[in-house]
């Protein structure tokens, strides 16, 4: 197996690695695939290296099952913050009510703001990952 050409590894089956993409001081991705026969692979994973750190990169599945839960929670978040508005009595029906709500949050210390999952750095690379 040593000492033979790049085309001899083009002939070989089994599972490789190759480098796909580099940015040389910083970024480096590399795509684990299955080779069947010398022009059928099948990429099986991506892993990305930021600054010596070995990442595996989320498949597509995952990338829109976040995008979209996160979508979801936002909508949730206001409807339920909408509902705490809404008042009903038998004789007057439904409406409205913010006066009680406004000074409850004057009362209530600001929560500290979390951390986001990830950064603006990351998500653009996913999506520039994606669109290739």
């Not at 040593?2 to 480098?19: F, P, S």
């Not at 004789?91 to 000074?103: A, L, M, N, T, V």
């Not at 950064?119 to 994606?130: K, P």
Request: glycine share 4%; proline share 5%; charged share 25%.
């Amino acid at each position: 197996m040593q000492r033979l050409t790049l085309e001899h590894l083009n002939q070989m089956v089994g599972i490789e690695y190759i480098l796909l993409h580099a940015q040389e001081p910083i970024l480096f991705i590399i795509r684990k695939q299955q080779r069947q026969s010398p022009a059928q692979v099948i990429p099986l994973a991506d892993y990305y290296i930021i600054a010596g750190v070995i990442y595996q990169a989320p498949d597509l599945g995952s990338v829109i099952n976040s995008r979209v839960l996160t979508a979801v929670h936002g909508i949730q978040s206001a409807f339920d913050e909408a509902m705490s508005y809404c008042r009903y009595h038998p004789s007057k029906g439904y409406w409205w009510h913010f006066k009680d709500h406004e000074e409850q949050e004057k009362v209530k210390p600001k929560a500290k703001r979390k951390e986001e999952p990830s950064s603006i750095f990351q998500r653009q690379r996913v999506d520039a990952l994606l669109i290739d």
